[in-house]
């Protein structure tokens, strides 16, 4: 049985075990949700066209994790004018785990394995070090390989430090800028993610525009 939602304005076909990234919701990861915006549900010639919504029919998914999509970069020039502009943009996410699919009239699919655990930043666990703006996969396993796998350790350590670091393990990673992570890194482990948002939004690549 599959389902297709419609949740930030956007449609999405999903099945019972699916996991989609959709438009940022507001829920903390590992909440379960209620999705009722469903357009249409069934399998094969068996499919409920909703009017627009099919009538009982329903979507549970647990978030699993909130995020941003790599940066959209924007560049603006006018020749002759002496004019160019630099900027880019990170749309938020929502990364939701499909467990359940009811098409309103008593049938119900449900997924075969339970929600798997979440990565996603928490306390004591392990954090997504790459949420960090300038810090990609390559460099956060440098990071990693130097003991920092978590935004406490991150926020702890000296810009100064995480140079070195970057230029002992070789490659072109000495050439990141790195003033402002252990600033973005404090902000996360303190879940401050309005802030959060509000600094990356003002840099490029780690660097303030």
Known sequence: MYAVIKTGGKQYKVAAGDKIKVEQI???VGQDITIE???AVGSGADVKIGAP??????????????????????FKMRRRKHYQKHGGHRQSFTELFVAAIGDGAG??????????????PQRGGKDDIELIEGIGPKIAKVLADNGITSFAKLAEA????????????????????????????????????DEFKKLTDELVGGVKK
């Open 107 to 120: 049938g119900e699919a449900l997924a075969a394995m339970p929600a798997p655990v979440s990565l996603a």
């Open 53 to 74: 919504w099919v009538a009982g029919a329903s979507v549970k998914a647990t978030v699993l994790a909130q995020g941003r999509h790599d940066k959209v970069r924007i």
């Open 37 to 39: 915006q469903v357009l």
């Open 158 to 193: 000296n810009a100064d430090d995480i140079t070195a670091m970057l230029k002992a393990s070789g490659g072109r990673f000495a050439l990141a800028n790195t003033a402002t992570w252990p600033q973005q890194a404090a902000l996360l482990r303190d879940g401050k993610l």
């Open 26 to 28: 507001a829920a903390d």
